[in-house]
């Protein structure tokens, strides 16, 4: 495959026993490394880090998926993070030289960024595929709109065995690409917006990959997607269904039997420069998941806290994306120093785990 240069516009799974008994007592906030509503992914199909999200998010704990889905599982227990950021695998500073960048090998865990996060996104084997036709369409979603100067789509060559072959460049070819595409040429989608590019492949049969390379429009910031297919389906479009907002913990509470997912329960918005809705997002025996959305007004906020008063005193285990500290049966949270800042009649989030069972409380936004 040739390279096209461009100038530059811009962690083992939890332990197989879980240590020790559940603190219950405040918990302070231990922060994921990105912000969850920043970036994006290939959708459809999958890419190997939104999919398991996608298939084991709510269950990465169950050991079935060692045997249901073993690349998963490495995956989850080398570093769940690179999971639940599953919007956050990209590099700065390429300046359109990705070959130069990313070693080959490495393509799938773009050349080992974030520390290494994605390493495991490397890793050869039997990875779920997505049945495709030959004719078929990559989703790319954009959770911040940042939109893009360029994306290329390319598939391996039918020599290629990604079951047994690590993925070099020479194993590509570009199959689709389009040029400068504004945030508000692609198409609403909840939490975003999002891109359709059609793919042909004819003649095409058997497994093979798919690498997308999105490069932003914002930054000189390039993301790297693997997507493992099998040619020979008759899916045409990938799914309409779009991705959540927040990013999980990096670690959850221990689990005796699976969540289960309960309808989504809210309080009233609050009134003044912000309002915050509530909703229970999972429950499990002794312990519950929630989510809180910060809305702004009719103008713009710089920083915002959430007051939520609890019929009874909170146990809060963990939080992400905001810091959270209890007194008596409030618990209080304020901005993490990314999302502070929230455009008018737009929204943020942050979520924390909670022993013992879910109430709802009664929420006041200040901002």
Not at 222 to 232: E, K
Not at 235 to 254: A, E, G, K, L, V
Not at 263 to 283: H, I, R
Not at 327 to 346: D, F, K, L, R
Request: glycine share 8%; aromatic share 8%; charged share 10%.
């Amino acid at each position: 495959m040739s390279s096209i240069a461009l100038s530059p516009p811009r962690r083992r799974l939890l332990v197989s026993a879980l240590i020790g008994a559940v603190i219950a007592a405040l918990a302070v906030v231990a922060l994921p490394s990105g912000p969850a509503s920043a970036h994006g992914n290939v959708i459809g199909p999958a890419s190997r880090n939104y999919g398991c999200f996608e298939r084991w998010g709510t269950r990465f704990q169950d050991p079935v998926m060692a045997t249901e889905d073993p690349m998963c599982w490495q995956a989850w227990q080398a570093d769940p993070n690179a999971m639940w950021n599953w919007n956050g695998l990209f590099r700065e500073g390429v300046a359109g030289n990705h070959q130069a960048a990313i070693p080959d090998g490495q393509l799938c865990s773009a050349g080992h960024t974030q520390s290494g996060r994605y390493n495991a996104l490397d890793t050869v084997g039997n990875w779920k595929t997505t049945s495709v036709g030959t004719n078929f369409s990559v989703r790319l979603f954009d959770q911040a709109s940042h939109g893009a100067d360029y994306i290329r789509v390319y598939v391996t060559k039918p020599s290629y065995d990604p079951v047994t072959q690590p993925l070099k460049w020479s194993d590509l070819d570009l199959v689709s690409q389009i040029g400068n595409t504004p945030a508000a040429q692609w198409t609403p989608a909840t939490g975003g917006v999002q891109i359709d590019l059609p793919v042909t492949a004819t003649g095409r049969t058997g497994r093979a990959m798919v690498y997308t390379i999105w490069q932003a429009s914002h930054l000189d910031q390039s993301y790297y997607f693997c997507s493992d297919i099998t040619f020979g389906g008759t899916s045409t479009t990938p799914p309409t269904t779009t991705p959540p907002t927040t990013t999980p913990p990096t670690t959850t509470p221990p689990t005796t039997t699976p969540p289960t997912t309960t309808p989504p329960t809210t309080t009233p918005p609050a009134s003044g420069a912000c309002s915050a809705t509530y909703a229970v997002d999972s429950q499990w025996s002794g312990g519950y998941q929630g989510t809180v959305t910060v809305r702004a007004g009719t103008a713009a906020i710089q920083r915002w806290s959430v007051a939520m008063t609890f019929p009874a005193a909170p146990v809060i285990q963990q939080a992400w994306n905001a810091t959270v500290t209890t007194s008596g049966t409030t618990a209080t949270a304020v901005n993490a120093s990314y999302n502070g800042s929230v455009a008018a009649g737009a929204s943020t989030s942050f979520g924390f785990t909670g022993s013992g069972t879910s109430t709802v409380p009664t929420l006041s936004c200040t901002a």
